[in-house]
């Protein structure tokens, strides 16, 4: 079993939709969440970064933690045609080790 | 102008052949990552190093070498003993401000064709 686990997609919707996109994890040691945005052909791109159980907002972006339930979200209100791309989920244990990295979910907003 | 470089951006190997991946930064981050990108598959880690003069492999290092002579310098060598070289190849550095020392920094990446 995999120690992340990503919605693969991909996911369609148009312009102006909200947008949900999910990762689940096994191990509880994860302590620090990150979700990055990765254009075709470029290198992916820090989007948020939480630590706690919560949520935290950015602009259009809400990420969210659920560390009870091993769950993290990002929300994207009134998705822009700009915000099509992969979205990657990364978590860490603890300050300074590896990151481990969900699969993807490639996004498409519709104009 | 601060960031993670790689070169080249495209790169087409002969089978047989090892080919050498550019890493560099100015971000002066201790710590360099190579990833392995394949579609449906997300990033696999191939090598890292936290400091200069010291790496560890990742989990599909077999048929990869690297070097960290310099803190600015990763570079990544492809040996005719992998397999499957072609792919996305992605450097990122780690280092952060504010307190946010986990967060990692790509380069724009390598796609490297095996004919």
């Known amino acids: 079993q995999k120690e992340v686990e990503q919605d693969p997609g991909p996911l369609s919707v148009p312009e102006g939709a909200i947008v949900s996109l999910n990762c689940t994890y096994s191990?509880?040691?994860?302590?620090?969440f990150m979700w990055y945005r990765q254009y075709s052909r470029k290198g992916p791109e820090l989007l948020m970064y939480t630590y706690s159980s919560g949520n935290k907002e950015d602009g259009r972006f809400t990420a969210q933690v659920d560390k009870s339930s091993k769950y993290i979200s990002l929300f994207i209100r009134d998705s822009q045609p700009s915000d099509s791309a992969t979205y990657l989920c990364?978590?860490?244990?603890?300050?300074?080790?590896?990151?481990?990295f969900g699969e993807g979910t490639q996004l498409t907003v519709n104009p | 102008d601060g960031g993670i470089t790689q070169s080249p951006k495209y790169l087409f190997r002969k089978e047989g052949q090892n080919v050498t991946l550019s890493c560099e930064q100015n971000?002066?981050?201790?710590?360099m990552y190579w990833y392995r990108q394949d579609p449906g598959q997300g990033l696999r880690l191939i090598y890292y190093?936290?400091?200069?003069?010291?790496?560890q492999k990742g989990d599909i290092a077999e048929g990869y070498s690297v070097s960290r002579e310099k803190k600015e310098s990763f570079p990544l060598t492809v040996t005719s003993a992998q397999k499957n070289p072609t792919a996305f190849y992605l450097c990122?550095?780690?280092?952060?401000?504010?307190?946010?020392?986990?967060?990692?920094?790509f380069g724009p990446g390598t796609r490297l064709t095996v004919l």
């Open positions: 990364a978590m860490v244990r603890t300050s300074g080790s590896r990151l481990t």
């Open positions: 990122a550095s780690r280092g952060g401000t504010s307190g946010v020392t986990d967060t990692q920094y």
């Open positions: 191990n509880s040691a994860f302590q620090y």
């Open positions: 190093s936290q400091i200069v003069n010291d790496f």
């Open positions: 971000l002066n981050h201790d710590a």
